[in-house]
């Protein structure tokens, strides 16, 4: 492997990188090698997961069909303002890290600290996770050579670690594609078969709306019950849209991120929305709320909504093909789960929050230190051929379930500092290179549900009769592990939270202006109609 070891330790750049937003190890070592179309497709790829596809039965069985379409269309406001927070922040400080390096300039070094190492341990964890429920996926055929799968799944994601993030790109461009197709496939199969367009299969329509009804008593009874039902179909679907955030962590390796980041930031919220919607819609048609089917837990296609409502219409092939995409899905969450961790920890180590030693990167600019970090644990996932090992794996997983909504809420913490920073220091918001008049409100709004969120996620715990250990642990530990990581660091180091003067707005707009980012050409022609990544 041809490495580099210049940006390991002092080199003439450090007295310019203390000054600096986009720090020369980051320029000259990474490779910009993610276009418009790779870093779309990325965020889309990350937002339509597993929990579309299996998920969705569960959040109709809590909450009923309009119970859960409103519950996803709540969190898909908070998913909104969280993105175009980002957006904004984001185009105007393109660093490797993301939200965790944002967090550092705009709020206080030890919350960049806590947030980054959080999000590192987590993305570490997910990916020997994901390819635990590869495994599952694999099993929906054969339960033959377990061992043998799992080692295949990690070689192939150390590979499409390790190779020229550009290759990354494409993979994940495909399988995006496939996510697009399949949902686009079974939205156009469940208006068919609602309507009555398969032979011998009368139409549905809304009449699951009537019986068993809208929503669905919770843990309570009466319209309590079935607001709990709806709130607990709110607070799971919030992992549904888990990795919307990871759109910029790659900053660094991404064409005019200026200009690709906050495009996609937007055009990736709409689309997503509208295929979740969508889809809760469909499945509320489909299938009734009390269908003991969508009690399964099996965690392969047999789980899934749409396999329930094909199989009711006779439709046999769908389960196999559900199945082969949600395999796709979870190695691509896996892949995700890697440049997400790879890269936040060469963040860390940027700023020296972590040791140097992650800073090498290949010749082709990958920090290869990091992927054979995340390539070691992702060993664990061969603790999956033992019940009681997976159970210690899932109790660590566990630590940080509530990572998603951390991330979140630094990440609208951060955008609100901006705006005061930008008041403060007399900066009108139109020199932003991407802004939004009412962003300001909604990230405020957003924030207070995101919190709201943390301190209800875990609600049922609450309840008589429901006390359970790691419900608890995954609704609520994360939150004093972040705490305590910000406390100790803070006083470890003495940082002290920035300054809103302090901000580097105007250096970060200074910078902007020197290094100016070709503008696109206006789209023509054909190149209209393409709605995914145009």
């Given at each position: 492997?041809?490495?580099?070891?210049k940006?390991?330790?002092?080199?003439v750049?450090d007295?310019?990188?203390?000054v600096?937003?986009?720090?020369?190890?980051?320029?000259?070592?990474?490779?910009?090698?993610?276009?418009?179309?790779?870093?779309?497709?990325?965020?889309?790829?990350?937002?339509?997961?597993?929990g579309?596809?299996?998920?969705?039965?569960?959040?109709?069985?809590?909450?009923?069909?309009?119970g859960?379409?409103?519950?996803?269309?709540?969190?898909?406001?908070?998913?909104?303002?969280v993105?175009?927070?980002?957006?904004?922040?984001?185009a105007?400080?393109?660093?490797?890290?993301?939200?965790v390096?944002?967090?550092?300039l705009?709020?206080?070094?030890?919350?960049?600290?806590?947030?980054?190492?959080?999000?590192v341990?987590?993305?570490?964890?997910?990916?020997?996770?994901?390819?635990s429920?590869a495994l599952?996926?694999?099993?929906?055929?054969?339960?033959?050579?377990?061992?043998?799968?799992?080692?295949?799944f990690?070689?192939?994601?150390?590979?499409?670690g390790?190779?020229?993030?550009?290759?990354?790109?494409?993979?994940?461009?495909?399988?995006?594609?496939?996510?697009?197709?399949?949902v686009?496939?079974?939205?156009?199969?469940g208006?068919?078969i609602?309507?009555?367009?398969?032979?011998?299969?009368?139409?549905?329509?809304?009449?699951?709306?009537n019986?068993?009804?809208?929503?669905?008593?919770?843990?309570?009874?009466?319209?309590?019950?079935?607001f709990?039902?709806?709130?607990?179909?709110?607070?799971?679907?919030?992992?549904?849209f888990?990795?919307?955030?990871?759109?910029?962590?790659?900053?660094?390796?991404?064409?005019?991120?200026?200009?690709?980041?906050?495009?996609?930031?937007?055009?990736?919220?709409?689309?997503?929305?509208?295929?979740?919607?969508?889809?809760v819609l469909?499945?509320?048609?489909?299938?009734?709320?009390?269908?003991?089917?969508?009690?399964?837990?099996?965690?392969?296609a047999?789980?899934?909504p749409?396999?329930t409502?094909?199989?009711?219409a006779?439709?046999?092939?769908?389960?196999?093909?559900?199945?082969a995409?949600v395999?796709?899905?979870?190695?691509?969450?896996?892949?995700?789960?890697?440049?997400?961790?790879?890269?936040?920890?060469?963040?860390?180590?940027?700023?020296?929050?972590?040791?140097?030693?992650?800073?090498?990167?290949t010749?082709?600019?990958?920090?290869y230190?990091?992927?054979?970090l995340q390539?070691?644990?992702?060993?664990?996932?061969?603790?999956?051929?033992s019940?009681?090992?997976?159970?210690v794996?899932?109790?660590?997983?566990?630590?940080?379930a509530a990572?998603?909504?951390?991330?979140?809420?630094?990440?609208?913490?951060?955008?609100?500092?901006?705006?005061?920073?930008?008041?403060?220091?007399?900066?009108?918001?139109e020199?932003?290179?991407?802004h939004?008049?009412?962003t300001?409100?909604?990230?405020r709004?957003a924030?207070?549900?995101?919190?709201?969120?943390?301190?209800?996620?875990?609600?049922?715990?609450?309840?008589?009769?429901?006390?359970?250990?790691?419900?608890?642990?995954?609704?609520?530990?994360?939150?004093?592990?972040?705490l305590?990581?910000?406390?100790g660091?803070?006083?470890?180091?003495k940082?002290?939270?920035?300054?809103?003067?302090?901000i580097?707005?105007?250096?970060?707009?200074?910078?902007?202006?020197d290094?100016?980012?070709?503008?696109?050409?206006?789209?023509?022609?054909?190149?209209?109609?393409?709605?995914?990544?145009?």
């Amino acid at each position: 492997m041809d490495v580099e070891n210049k940006d390991v330790g002092t080199n003439v750049d450090d007295r310019s990188d203390s000054v600096r937003i986009v720090h020369a190890q980051e320029e000259n070592n990474l490779s910009r090698a993610l276009s418009q179309r790779h870093i779309q497709m990325i965020a889309l790829a990350g937002a339509i997961g597993t929990g579309l596809f299996l998920s969705l039965g569960g959040a109709l069985m809590t909450g009923g069909p309009l119970g859960a379409l409103l519950g996803y269309a709540l969190v898909g406001l908070v998913v909104c303002a969280v993105q175009f927070a980002l957006g904004e922040v984001s185009a105007l400080f393109p660093v490797t890290g993301s939200f965790v390096r944002h967090a550092e300039l705009i709020v206080d070094p030890a919350l960049g600290f806590a947030v980054g190492w959080n999000v590192v341990y987590g993305t570490y964890l997910s990916v020997p996770a994901e390819i635990s429920a590869a495994l599952v996926l694999i099993q929906f055929w054969t339960d033959k050579y377990p061992a043998l799968w799992i080692t295949l799944f990690i070689i192939v994601t150390f590979l499409v670690g390790i190779v020229f993030v550009g290759v990354y790109g494409e993979i994940e461009f495909c399988f995006a594609l496939l996510k697009i197709l399949l949902v686009i496939g079974i939205i156009i199969m469940g208006l068919v078969i609602d309507l009555g367009g398969v032979p011998g299969q009368e139409r549905i329509g809304f009449r699951y709306w009537n019986s068993p009804g809208p929503f669905v008593a919770y843990i309570a009874s009466g319209s309590w019950g079935q607001f709990l039902g709806f709130w607990k179909v709110m607070t799971n679907a919030v992992y549904s849209f888990a990795g919307v955030e990871s759109v910029s962590v790659a900053a660094a390796e991404t064409k005019s991120p200026r200009q690709n980041i906050p495009k996609a930031c937007k055009k990736v919220f709409a689309r997503v929305a509208i295929f979740y919607l969508l889809s809760v819609l469909i499945v509320g048609m489909l299938v009734p709320s009390d269908d003991q089917t969508l009690n399964n837990d099996a965690g392969n296609a047999s789980t899934s909504p749409f396999v329930t409502a094909a199989t009711r219409a006779g439709i046999k092939v769908v389960p196999s093909i559900i199945n082969a995409v949600v395999l796709t899905s979870a190695w691509s969450a896996s892949n995700q789960c890697l440049l997400t961790g790879t890269r936040i920890l060469y963040g860390l180590a940027l700023k020296r929050h972590a040791p140097q030693i992650f800073l090498r990167t290949t010749s082709w600019g990958i920090p290869y230190v990091c992927v054979i970090l995340q390539t070691a644990i992702a060993t664990l996932a061969y603790m999956a051929l033992s019940s009681g090992a997976l159970t210690v794996f899932y109790w660590f997983l566990n630590l940080t379930a509530a990572g998603t909504l951390v991330s979140w809420s630094v990440i609208l913490i951060n955008h609100i500092r901006l705006h005061k920073a930008m008041k403060k220091q007399g900066i009108a918001r139109e020199e932003l290179p991407w802004h939004h008049s009412w962003t300001p409100y909604t990230s405020r709004a957003a924030l207070a549900t995101c919190i709201l969120f943390l301190l209800t996620g875990g609600f049922t715990v609450f309840t008589k009769g429901n006390w359970d250990n790691a419900t608890f642990i995954s609704a609520y530990l994360d939150i004093p592990l972040v705490l305590l990581a910000y406390g100790g660091w803070k006083l470890f180091k003495k940082t002290k939270i920035v300054d809103l003067d302090s901000i580097p707005i105007r250096q970060a707009l200074d910078e902007m202006h020197d290094n100016p980012e070709e503008p696109f050409p206006k789209t023509k022609g054909w190149k209209r109609l393409n709605i995914l990544w145009g």
